[in-house]
C-alpha cells in the first residue's frame, strides 16, 4: 500500500456548489483501501489557500500530494502548493485538469516549469494535456476521468426529435450564447424544437442567456434550469436527443462523457481535448468553435438520418464504457503503489 494522500483541490458541495471529479475521485480511490486527507472545504478563496497549506504541513510525514492544477487563476493555488511540497521534500503530482493549460503553459513558462518539470509525474486527463507535457519534456501520464457506468441508464436514439441538451456551467468559456444561437436557427424549420439549458451560474452569463432568448425570440423554445444535481438532470435527458456542447476551451468534460453514457447523440465543438473523447462521425460530431451553422448542419443531418442517429449512439455508449471505474481503477493503482 502506497503513502498517505493528500489531495488539493476545491472540495466545495457543502456549500452548493458542483462536486468536482476530485470528489468522485477521492470516494473511488477510498474504496480501493488508500488514505487520503483532503484541501479545501473552505469556502472564502482568501483563507483557502491557507488552509491547504496548513492540511500539507500537518500531514508531511510519509505523504505524495495529488496537487489538482487549472488554467484559470487557481494556477497559482497549485504552483504555492507544489511549491511548499518541494520545500518539504514531499513528492507531488499535478493532476491536470484546465481546458486552456496549453495556454497558461506559455503564459507562465518559468512557473509551469517548476511546477510541472519537477514533479514526481504529471497526471492528464485526457491525451490532449499528456502531449503538452510531453512537448516540454516532463513527465506524464494519461489517467482519464472515471464515471460510474451503472449510473447510467442507456438509452437508444434512432429517429431522434429536436429536443437539445446543454449541461455546463455559464460561463463565457463554455459559450452558452452558442446554443441559443443554433437554436434560433433551427426554429423556423422545426417550431417545435427545445433547449434545455443546465448548470449555475459562474460570471453573469445565466441572465445574458436569457435576455438573448428574448432578442432572438425563442424564449417560449427554451428551458433555463440552473443548477441542478447529476441526477436530476441526468434522469432529465430521458426526453432529449442531442447533446451539444460549445465550448471554446475544453480538457475531458465529464458532462459529454456522461451524456455519452445515456446513450444522446454528441455534438461538440473540436476544442482541446474533445478530439481525444469524440471520434467525429463514429461516436459524435465535432465542428468548429464559434460556428452556430456547423452546429445546425450537424443536428439536420442527425435528424434525417434515423440510421447514423443510431450509429452514434450506440457507440457514444460503448465508448463511454472505457471510463468506468473498473477500468480507470487499475491505471491510479499501478501509479499510486509505484510511488
Known amino acids: 500500500m502506497t503513502k498517505k494522500i493528500i489531495y488539493i483541490d476545491n472540495f466545495l458541495s457543502k456549500h452548493g456548489y458542483l462536486p468536482t471529479i476530485a470528489e468522485v475521485l477521492v470516494k473511488q480511490l477510498r474504496t480501493e483501501g488508500y488514505e487520503i486527507i483532503c484541501s479545501s472545504n473552505v469556502k472564502n478563496k482568501a483563507l483557502r489557500l ?3 497549506l496548513k492540511t500539507i504541513w500537518a500531514n508531511r510525514k510519509n ?21 511548499y511540497c518541494r520545500l518539504l521534500n514531499i513528492k507531488y503530482i499535478p493532476c491536470l485538469h484546465g481546458g486552456d493549460l496549453p495556454g497558461r503553459i506559455k503564459k507562465s513558462r518559468s512557473l509551469s516549469k517548476k511546477i510541472f518539470g519537477k514533479a514526481y509525474i504529471n497526471v492528464a486527463v485526457s491525451g490532449y494535456l499528456q502531449q503538452a507535457m510531453q512537448q516540454n519534456n516532463w513527465p506524464a501520464t494519461c ?27 455559464f460561463h463565457q468559456l463554455y459559450n452558452p450564447k452558442l446554443a441559443i444561437h443554433i437554436l434560433a436557427k433551427l426554429v423556423p424549420e422545426y417550431p417545435d424544437a427545445v433547449l434545455l439549458m443546465i448548470g449555475p451560474d459562474k460570471d453573469g ?36 436527443d442531442l447533446f451539444i456542447n460549445t465550448t471554446n476551451f475544453d480538457n475531458l468534460p465529464v458532462s459529454v462523457i456522461e451524456a455519452m453514457a445515456l446513450g444522446m447523440v454528441v455534438i461538440s465543438t473540436d476544442v482541446g481535448g474533445l478530439p481525444y473523447l469524440i471520434t467525429n462521425n463514429q461516436d459524435g460530431v465535432l465542428v468548429p468553435p464559434l460556428d452556430a451553422d456547423a452546429f445546425v448542419s450537424a443536428v439536420n443531418n442527425v435528424l434525417n438520418n434515423p440510421a447514423i442517429a443510431n450509429g452514434l449512439s450506440l457507440a457514444a455508449r460503448k465508448s463511454a464504457m472505457k471510463y468506468d471505474w473498473s477500468n480507470v481503477r487499475t491505471l491510479w493503482n499501478n501509479l499510486l503503489q509505484d510511488i
Open 50 to 52: 491557507p488552509d491547504m
Open 63 to 83: 505523504s505524495i500530494a495529488l496537487i489538482a492544477t487549472y488554467s484559470t487563476d487557481a494556477f497559482y493555488f497549485a504552483c504555492v502548493c507544489a511549491s
Open 143 to 169: 489517467i482519464p476521468n472515471p464515471i460510474n457506468i451503472e449510473l447510467y441508464n442507456f438509452k437508444e436514439r434512432a429517429a431522434c426529435k429536436p429536443r437539445l441538451l446543454w449541461v455546463r456551467s
Open 205 to 240: 452569463s445565466f441572465a445574458e442567456c436569457i435576455q438573448l432568448a428574448k432578442e432572438l425570440k425563442v424564449e417560449s423554445n427554451i428551458l433555463f434550469k440552473g443548477f441542478v444535481t447529476k441526477e436530476e438532470w441526468t434522469a432529465l435527458s430521458v426526453q432529449y
